[in-house]
Structure formats: structure tokens, C-alpha cells
């Protein structure tokens, strides 16, 4: 059994609230908030059902000491973190999983050539730009 913990940011549809939590299994605990199964606790009575932000820890301690130090910041600050890993705000877990952001592998092959350019680790075999179009 892992001892991993995660520290999330729920908000409502509105964005007005925020609220952080701690979790060893982040699905399930966005499945609870959604569904609202603990009722009348916070992010029941706010409708706080979207994850837009979170931290994974290997130590479920440290995800604790996270938790505790972000609720000590002000929202200013909170949004500024949010708005660092997810500037538009978008749901990042579900219920049903992690949301990741599909990128054709043709646009993951060429950033890799590009890359390893412009590092000059490769030879040119033909310009590639970041679009990923030979020149």
C-alpha cells in the first residue's frame, strides 16, 4: 500500500470559492465533492466540484504540511500558484481520472528533434521550427 498523498484546489463554477484539501487517492475524494457525500461541509454548501489545481507527494506527511501551509496564504497568492501549472483554470481531475491534454505524436517527435538541435546532441537533418515544419 502506498503512503503517497496529493494536495488539491477545488473550486465552484463561478470561481469564487477556493478550497484545499489532502488526499491518499484524489479520484475518489473529487468523486465525494461532486457528488456531494459529506453533507454540509464546505465544499458541499459552496458547490465546490472542479479540481483546477494539485501536488503529489511520495509521503503522505508531506502532503499534510503542504496542505497547512497553503491554507495559510492569502488568495492573492493561491491564485497566483493556480495560475502557474493552470492559467485558464480548467478541470485537471475528475472522478474518473486525470485530465491530460492530447498532443498528436508527430508534435511530441518533433519538439524531441528540436530539442536535441538546439542542444546540438543531433545533427540538422533539415531544420525543424518549434511548429514542427521542416525549413
Keep these: 500500500m502506498s503512503n503517497s498523498g496529493f494536495v488539491y484546489v477545488m ?8 478550497y484545499i484539501g489532502v488526499t491518499n487517492d484524489l ?3 473529487i468523486y465525494e465533492h461532486k ?4 453533507k454540509n461541509a464546505f465544499t458541499d454548501k459552496y458547490n465546490l ?3 483546477i489545481y494539485y501536488e503529489e507527494f511520495q509521503n503522505f506527511y ?3 504540511q503542504r496542505e ?20 485558464e483554470w480548467k478541470v485537471l481531475v475528475t472522478e474518473n481520472g486525470f485530465i491530460r491534454e492530447t498532443v498528436p505524436f508527430s ?3 518533433s519538439d524531441v528533434v528540436f530539442e536535441l538541435q538546439k542542444k546540438v ?10 511548429k514542427g515544419s521542416k525549413n
Design 68 to 87: 497547512k501551509e497553503l491554507k495559510k496564504w492569502n488568495r492573492l497568492k493561491k491564485e497566483d500558484l493556480i495560475n502557474k501549472k493552470n492559467p
Design 35 to 38: 457528488h456531494h457525500l459529506i
Design 27 to 29: 479520484c475518489r475524494r
Design 121 to 130: 546532441e543531433i545533427p540538422p537533418i533539415g531544420k525543424i521550427d518549434q
Design 107 to 109: 508534435k511530441d517527435v
Design 11 to 18: 473550486t465552484n463554477i463561478h470561481r469564487t470559492t477556493l
Design 49 to 51: 466540484e472542479y479540481c
Design 62 to 64: 508531506l502532503a499534510i
